[in-house]
T-cell receptor, first 113, second 111 residues
Framework: NAGVTQTPKFQVLKTGQSMTLQCAQD?????MYWYRQDPGMGLRLIYY???????DKGEVPNGYNVSRLNKREFSLRLESAAPSQTSVYFC????????????FGSGTQLSVL | LAKTTQPISMDSYEGQEVNITCSHN???????ITWYQQFPSQGPRFIIQ???TKVTNEVASLFIPADRKSSTLSLPRVSLSDTAVYYC????????????FGSGTQLTVLP
């Protein structure tokens, strides 16, 4: 039972490079989320998708784009990476119905040099 | 969105009961209170959720007063493995609205 799977687990980029972080869930959840966590800090919401075909900005969307490819997959793209985007990125999902909890992936450690 | 306030850190000793309080003065009628636990290099995981009064599961208890402006997570007889960051989250779990985490409480359990 995989749950929420994120790839890659680690990535090093140079300033200005682009990359896409992948996230997939196998729990048939409607809602998916991207968070970033800086050292010693809490999680900050970047973007979320309430359902397939919809995306909305969170607290810190600047410098990122997202795609809800289908119900299972929600990707996060950095078009031109900056050192300020060095962080750990977490993907999460939950069912839209009822009082459902968030399920998190294991995270992607991203360093931008 | 209801803003939450928690202590930044707490220390405890093994075997003690630990209570972590979260303030959420502008909680809305439809909001639930959910607590998550996060170990280093891992994503947060669900601990407990409640709406009012008291909720207990195999891991923790959650106490919510009648005015719901605060909540207290209670961990009985903590062990070293309970050392983690604990987050209080307040939101309308019935919708897919964005869920915002606060800074969390770093609990350190000492031998």
């Amino acid at each position: 039972n995989a749950g929420v799977t994120q790839t890659p687990k680690f990535q090093v980029l140079k300033t200005g490079q682009s990359m896409t972080l992948q996230c997939a869930q196998d729990m048939n959840h409607n809602s998916m989320y991207w968070y970033r966590q800086d050292p010693g800090m809490g999680l900050r919401l970047i973007y979320y998708s309430a359902s397939e075909g919809t995306t909305d900005k969170g607290e810190v969307p600047n410098g990122y784009n997202v795609s809800r490819l289908n119900k299972r997959e929600f990707s996060l793209r950095l078009e031109s990476a900056a050192p300020s985007q060095t962080s750990v990125y977490f993907c999460a999902s939950r069912s839209q119905a009822g009082r459902e909890k968030l399920f998190f992936g294991s995270g992607t450690q991203l360093s931008v040099l | 969105l209801a803003k939450t306030t928690q202590p930044i850190s707490m220390d405890s000793y093994e075997g003690q009961e630990v209570n972590i309080t979260c303030s959420h003065n502008n909680i809305a009628t439809n909001d639930y209170i959910t607590w998550y636990q996060q170990f280093p290099s891992q994503g947060p995981r669900f601990i407990i959720q409640g709406y009012k009064t008291k909720v207990t599961n195999e891991v923790a208890s959650l106490f919510i007063p009648a005015d719901r402006k605060s909540s207290t997570l209670s961990l009985p007889r903590v062990s070293l493995s309970d050392t983690a960051v604990y987050y209080c989250l307040v939101g309308d779990e019935g919708s897919a609205r964005q869920l915002t985490f606060g800074s969390g409480t770093q609990l350190t359990v000492l031998p």
